[in-house]
């Protein structure tokens, strides 16, 4: 195959059979991660081995074109034919693009562990990343890539920071938070570098008293995506 561009673009390039209900193995990929896309009312099906029972898994899918809509459903495969089926939808279980089926909901089916299968549906010809992953939110955040996930209420998430820059004093620090729906408070504190990071979740942290402490001035972040003020 011979691909010439006549400009500047991205695509994705693939192979598959035709007239087979093909199921593609995401560990088979780097990073249990591919670029793929799926043709106007057509499927691409996937399936991922959840093996670690005590830690979340999470279907995330990055839409560069078109809209996809995303199936998940545990144990038993779905296809072109039964898709609609699925215990899991992007429609409903998916929030900022990702979907985070935590231990305790993957019980309530009876599949903490085992093969989950995900079908891909073209509600318009879609060009699209699509990852899996069995572990938990990633609480050490990196330089410019956010993290996201659903949040139960009541429910605290920390998050860390470190870089041996923050040593300059002339170095500002800035925490950005986007909210799809809801509303949410955002605090921080500096705290000293443990001899371990290890640790750091140890000896760096907020307790439920200290969130429920009123700060003059607070504001919240609402699903709009701005700070309001708080209520009353």
Not at 53 to 72: H, L, M
Not at 107 to 123: D, F, M, S, W
Not at 179 to 185: A, E, K, N, P, T
Request: aromatic share 12%; net charge negative; proline share 5%.
């Amino acid at each position: 195959m011979l691909v010439s561009s006549k400009s500047e673009g991205y695509i994705s390039i693939g192979a598959r059979l035709i007239g087979k209900n093909q199921i593609t193995d995401l560990k088979s990929f780097p990073g249990a991660e591919t670029y793929d896309n799926v043709n106007f009312w057509d499927t691409q099906c996937y399936s991922y081995l959840v093996t670690d029972a005590t830690k979340d898994f999470r279907v995330k899918i990055q839409s560069f074109a078109g809209e996809p809509n995303v199936y998940v459903n545990p144990l038993y495969p779905i296809d072109h034919h039964n898709y609609s089926m699925a215990t899991f939808n992007s429609a409903e279980s998916f929030w900022n693009e990702e979907m985070v089926l935590e231990p305790n909901t993957r019980l309530e089916h009876n599949a903490t562990t085992g093969p989950y299968y995900i079908c891909v549906y073209g509600r318009t010809s879609s060009n699209y990343k699509i990852s899996a992953k069995n572990e938990d939110h990633q609480q050490i955040l990196k330089a410019g890539i956010a993290e996201g996930g659903y949040i139960e209420h009541d429910q605290l998430r920390h998050y860390y920071y470190t870089d041996s820059i923050l040593m300059d004093p002339n170095i500002v620090v800035k925490f950005d938070a986007d909210v799809m729906i809801g509303s949410f408070r955002m605090r921080h504190k500096l705290c000293p570098m443990p001899s371990d990071m290890k640790d750091v979740q140890k000896e760096c942290f907020f307790t439920i008293e200290e969130m429920q402490e009123e700060e003059p001035g607070e504001k919240l972040f609402n699903h709009l995506g701005d700070e309001t003020d708080k209520p009353d």
